[in-house]
């Protein structure tokens, strides 16, 4: 499988570089002839076309610069506003949260009062704008856009709230950038990055499934400590040059290689 997708991606970029040598990116709606009549493409290519067409008209290209930032937890700091949020809703005799002791508590979500808060507080107007960015998350950022990485947001969305959908745009683009792309999805694994900062073990493990030389870095939290992948730098805020080290050896790999 992984020769398979080596294979797919050398032909995809070869399509890639005829195109832009021809400038022969066809417009929309142009025919699979029209397109094929302005440059030598074989028909062994033929089959890539419409996946790298789309992936053109999309903005992505193939072994594109791209570092993906998840929000809840690495950027923005969901954990301190449920915290808050959930103990100001508790009765006087439930225990008072603390960030040890959150995700064990959300392991609960499934009792129908504990559903209820969670709702309530997700579907708040305003709830998700005031999430405060979190610095450490900020901080890496920054250094991967100053290394040459487009930096993208990769969030999962509350399929019942859409609320949080209208406001994580409106934090990204408060505490960001006015024009900085965004994928809300329900699967991190379908989105292309060389990077992925990811606090939450299972959506880094399912981005690493399709992207088995990415770079996975972590920040460290009370529920992620044991998580150990060779893919994943831990980013405990105390090796910062090691952070780095890895997101230049991503940067600077070329499709098919390894950063390691
Ligand atoms: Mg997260």
Redesign the pocket.
């Known amino acids: 499988m992984v020769g398979l997708m080596r294979g797919i991606n050398a032909t995809a970029k070869k399509i890639a570089d005829l195109m832009v040598l021809n400038s022969a990116i066809p417009p929309q709606g142009m025919s699979l002839e029209a397109w094929r009549a302005m440059g030598p493409i074989t028909p062994s290519y033929e089959a890539m076309y419409v996946m790298v067409l789309e992936q053109l008209r999309s903005g992505y290209s193939v072994g594109a610069n791209i570092a993906l930032f998840?929000?809840?937890?690495?950027l923005a700091d969901?954990d301190g506003a449920m915290l808050e949020s959930l103990n100001a809703l508790a009765g006087p005799d439930e225990e008072v949260l603390t960030r040890e002791t959150l995700h064990e508590f959300l392991k609960k979500e499934e009792l129908p009062h504990i559903k209820a808060r969670l709702r309530s507080i997700k579907r708040s107007h305003g709830w998700w704008c005031r999430l405060k960015p979190i610095p450490a998350g900020m901080e890496v950022l920054k250094m991967a856009t100053e290394i040459g990485f487009k930096p993208h947001i990769l969030?999962?969305g509350p399929k019942r709230a859409a609320i949080a959908w209208k406001e994580k745009v409106e934090w990204c683009q408060h505490h960001i950038a006015e024009d900085i792309d965004i994928h809300i999805t329900s699967d991190k694994g379908m989105v292309y990055g060389k990077v992925l900062y990811?606090?939450?073990p299972d959506?880094m493990l399912r981005w690493l499934k399709t992207r088995p030389r990415g770079l996975g870095i972590m920040p460290v939290t009370p529920s992620n400590r044991d998580f150990v992948h060779p893919n994943v730098i831990k980013w405990d805020e105390t090796n910062l040059d090691e952070v780095r080290d890895a997101l230049i050896a991503a940067f600077n790999r070329q499709a098919g290689d390894d950063w390691k």
């Open positions: 998840d929000m809840d937890g690495s969901y969030t999962k990811d606090d939450f959506y």
